[in-house]
């Protein structure tokens, strides 16, 4: 099979392919330290590390994410001397600065980041140049105004742009409206291509496009390398795999899941997120809103902090890594319904890229 050659900044993974990042410890490091051995990128997703972290003494919760993000990229790095790692920081968290900094004094190599507009990313980012930076975005026009802003403000362009898609993607979605979700328009099939021609016929610009959201298995892959994407981002396969940082419960949830148990809900974020209806969220969305308390206002927006009219979330997040099926919110893309075995990662690579 041929395949793109996928160059983000200076690191160059065997495979064009990144292993999204999956919070809360959905994508820990023995997700993607397997990942990165098999010669993919993998991701590790710097929300909530702390919650697990020995750092952690129930008060000090931002200083322990900061010390976790650090413990997780050097076991990854152990698991995978020579592969590349990335983490993935989340625009929407109060302590942002402080997860990409501590990423890129951890080592890692490339930082992945959405949820919102990474605007300020090379300022946190200035004292590592090699580390490359990739914001995940739904539309050109995001693109087009990251990058704008970027090398006005700091003289520095992107170094990939991941496009995932809200039709299909697990997680929060890049989306400010429910509507937008099913908008054709934000179709893999309209931005990456777009996104491809403006790159380099308008920006001149020679930056590598990684497609996420519904890329299951080589036909899903190659029709996005068609669309002219240099590389993949996967999110669900790579959450029910055997090296894995969540529960088996957690996993099995996916390989029982049925078209009709994934649903669209409005994350306390005030983003549409996708995951399984799970006891909890099937009653959420009847209007019941019920919470646990507040870990550590980890939010710059939360609509469980402001009026009470959603959830913790990272309460549910961390429950439905820890298997709580009955309270947790599980997310997932809706390719989650073609998950009916737990596999291996290697496993996974190889039917992918062949031996
Ligand atoms: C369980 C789960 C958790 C996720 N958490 C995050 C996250 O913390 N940050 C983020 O940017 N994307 C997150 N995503 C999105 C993935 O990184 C990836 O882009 C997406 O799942 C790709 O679509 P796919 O699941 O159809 O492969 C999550 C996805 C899943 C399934």
Redesign the pocket.
């Known amino acids: 099979m041929v395949y793109p050659t996928l160059k983000i900044g200076k690191h160059q993974p065997r495979f064009p392919l990144i292993q ?4 809360v410890k ?1 994508s820990g490091p023995r997700r993607a330290g397997a990942v990165a051995k098999a010669g993919g990128v993998g991701t590790i ?1 710097t ?1 909530g590390l702390a919650v697990d972290s020995p750092h952690y003494n129930g008060r000090n919760y931002f200083d322990a994410n900061e010390l976790a993000v650090k413990d997780a990229l050097a076991e990854a790095r152990a698991e995978a001397p020579g592969g590349i790692l990335a983490v ?1 920081a ?1 625009v929407a968290l109060t302590d942002y600065e402080r997860h990409v900094r501590a990423a890129c004094e951890g080592g890692t190599d490339i930082v ?1 980041s ?2 919102g507009l990474p605007l300020k990313l090379p300022e946190y980012t200035k004292e590592f140049p090699d580390v490359a930076l990739v914001p ?1 975005v739904s539309s050109t026009k995001a693109a087009n105004l990251i990058l704008r802003r970027w090398e006005k403000q700091y003289g520095r362009i992107p170094d990939g742009f ?1 496009v ?1 898609t809200p039709l ?5 979605l890049g989306a400010t409206k429910l509507e937008q979700v099913t908008d054709p328009a934000l179709s893999l099939e309209v931005v990456v291509p777009e996104l491809a021609a403006f790159l380099r016929d308008e920006a001149r610009l020679d930056i590598p496009i990684i497609a ?4 299951w298995d080589r036909s899903d892959m190659e029709r996005a390398f068609s669309l002219g994407a240099k590389g993949v ?5 790579f ?1 029910c795999t055997v090296e894995g940082d969540a529960s088996e419960r957690f996993k099995q949830a996916y390989v029982d899941a049925r078209e009709e148990d994934v649903v669209i809900i409005k994350s306390p974020v005030g983003i549409p997120g996708r995951a399984l209806k799970t006891p909890f969220v099937a009653k959420y969305l009847e209007g019941e809103v019920t919470s646990k308390p507040c870990i550590a206002n980890c939010l710059s927006h939360c609509s469980y902090r402001n009026d009470r009219s959603a959830f913790c979330i990272a309460q549910a997040l961390v429950d439905a890594y820890r298997g709580d099926y009955e309270n947790g919110l ?6 989650v319904v073609k998950c009916t075995r737990i596999e291996t990662v290697p496993e996974i690579m190889k039917e992918l890229f062949g031996d």
Do not use: P
Not at 20 to 23: A, E, F, K, N
Not at 233 to 237: I, K
């Open positions: 999204g990042g999956m919070g959905i997703a929300v993935n989340m992945i959405g949820a995940i991941v995932e299909h993607a697990g997680g929060h996420a959201g519904g890329i981002q996967m999110g669900t396969r959450a599980f997310f997932c893309g809706d390719n």
